[in-house]
């Protein structure tokens, strides 16, 4: 490992800027998995917590702070063994199931359709709905896309009047399968072709609505699967999904979430940010099939995946969240804006007590909640949500990681938001050294700048209910500007935020 201190120098070329960052890159996920759903985000009305309608007030406030754009929901695996109708009516008077994928638990289904798309709303997020091709039937879905979208008097439409709701719900994400090489149905990509095309054609535009139809799409370094989708499915879908998970391996330990080393640590990130050779292969793919980019590559689930914390349940993926997690969001987040040509959504995995998760809450019911070191990185990079990607120049030192990985010492991103301001991220990856960074910005002149860092002493440094502020953001003042160059001096394991103007 060789860590010295160096200056970096960036270049903002503010009048190039070409692609929009579309919000959807700030995407959610939320699956009947653990306690994401029940204890997480629904404890019901009868609930001695807090809520509203059945909502957790708390995370309710958190997340509308979050402006969440796109929430995925049920799954996840378990999308591909959900039957909708088992979700709707009476609560009381819905079918029990069990959640085969994640650890058995018995489903009551008292957070269903109405319970999803309201909650949609309340947060002023685009519902991504995915479907169920695993063990579902062509009726099933396109019945559920009448239940939601039908203004007419159709039966679906009259139904869901029935259970309280008149209008439709604006529904235009529509996920055809998860992971449908796996959990979702264990299929070759051909097989899963034909069926998607198959589906897309029953999954109706009802009145003013307009599905975006997506693919199940392949699991990291699964080029096949990409090829044999552009290949046979073409442009009869809008989109294409790709999941990459921050994890050692599948099978055996995958690390403990808050003890590492920092050798651990630098892997971890070398890990993360492979993620951009495989965007760029999957992409590579696409344009040879889709030049003008018209299908979207969503990488709709991503994040780290550690080994369940000691004492919880086994099978409900319930991990805490140290400051190494918030450089993972940031440095994924940092790719995704390379990328925004043919990135148009992804969802980290997932919004509360799952995996890399924005929210933990008490699943013993003492009420308490906090928020992850990823849920700053996600808040403080809000201006980037529907923002002008710039193209950057950055010069700084690299360091050799395990597995024969190169990472640099400092992840940066620029964007010009709406009123034309300049959002510029930083991360200094560094564990022991300050880093002073120098940038220039071609095509603007700085006249004030103003930002937030996130750091904390440890890198293995988390939010609990006990020390909910272990971690949390701070004004930055490491600030200058001088004839338009920028000097900011970034400490150790840190990530900075920076508006300039
Ligand atoms: O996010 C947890 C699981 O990871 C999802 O259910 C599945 O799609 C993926 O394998």
């Known amino acids: 490992m060789n860590v010295s201190a160096q200056d970096v120098k960036i270049t903002i070329h503010a009048n190039q800027g070409r692609d929009k960052i579309n919000k959807e ?60 109708m088992d979700g709707i009516g009476p609560r009381e008077q819905r079918p029990k199931m069990q959640n085969n994928n994640w650890g058995g638990t018995i489903e009551d289904n008292s957070f269903g359709t109405h319970e999803f798309l309201n909650l949609c709303e309340r947060l002023g997020a685009e519902p991504y709905i995915s479907g169920n091709v695993g063990s579902g039937s062509v009726e099933e879905l396109a019945k559920w896309v009448e239940y939601m979208t039908s203004d007419g008097d159709t039966p ?120 951009e050779d495989v965007i760029k292969k999957h992409c590579a793919i696409m344009d ?19 080994d369940e914390e000691p004492g919880t349940t086994r099978g409900h993926l319930y991990q805490q969240n140290t400051m190494r997690d918030a450089f993972v969001a940031a440095l994924s987040l940092n790719v995704f804006h390379r990328h925004v040509d043919r990135v148009k959504m992804a969802n980290i995995a997932q919004i509360a007590n799952v995996l890399q998760s924005m929210i933990l809450t008490d699943t013993k019911g003492t009420g308490h909640m906090v928020l992850t070191p990823t849920y700053h990185v996600f808040r403080m990079y809000q201006p980037f949500q529907e923002a002008t990607a710039l193209p950057l120049d950055v010069k700084c030192d690299s360091m050799k990681v395990r597995d024969n990985r190169t990472i640099p010492m400092v992840s940066a991103s620029a964007a010009k938001t709406k009123d034309g301001a300049i959002v510029v991220s930083l991360a200094n990856v560094s564990l022991d050294k300050a880093q002073e960074v120098e940038f220039a910005i071609d095509g603007m002149t700085a006249k004030a700048i103003n930002g937030e860092v996130l750091a904390s002493k440890n890198i293995t440094d988390y939010n609990d209910f006990a020390h909910p502020e272990t971690v949390k953001p701070a004004v ?26």
């Open 25 to 84: 890159i700030y995407g959610q996920f939320a699956e009947h998995l653990g306690s994401c759903i029940y204890g997480g985000l629904w404890v019901g009305p009868e609930s001695n917590i807090p809520n509203t309608d059945g909502y957790r007030t708390d995370v309710l406030q958190a997340l509308k702070a979050l402006k969440v754009p796109v929430l995925r929901w049920p799954g996840g695996c378990f999308a591909d063994e959900y039957h909708w």
């Open 476 to 501: 930055f003042k490491e600030a200058s500007i001088k004839k338009n160059i920028v000097k900011v001096k970034i400490p150790a394991t840190s990530i900075v935020v920076l508006n300039i103007k």
């Open 288 to 306: 040879g099939k889709d030049p003008g980019k018209k299908i979207g590559l969503l990488v709709d689930e991503w994040g780290t995946w550690w």
């Open 156 to 275: 679906m439409a009259n139904l869901r009047r029935k259970n309280g709701r008149e209008k439709s719900w604006n529904v235009k994400y529509l996920g055809i399968g998860n992971e449908s090489w796996g959990c979702g149905g264990n299929m070759r990509p051909e097989y899963y072709s034909d069926l998607f095309r198959r589906y897309a054609v029953y999954c109706r535009n009802y009145d003013n609505h307009r599905l975006y139809k997506i693919a199940s799409g392949a699991s990291d370094y699964d080029y096949n699967w990409t090829k044999v989708l552009m290949d046979n499915v073409g442009n009869r879908m809008n989109g294409l999904s790709l999941h990459y998970y921050t994890v050692t391996g599948w099978s055996g330990s995958k690390g403990s979430a808050t003890k590492f080393s920092k050798d651990d640590y630098y892997w971890t990130l070398g890990k993360c940010l492979e993620i």
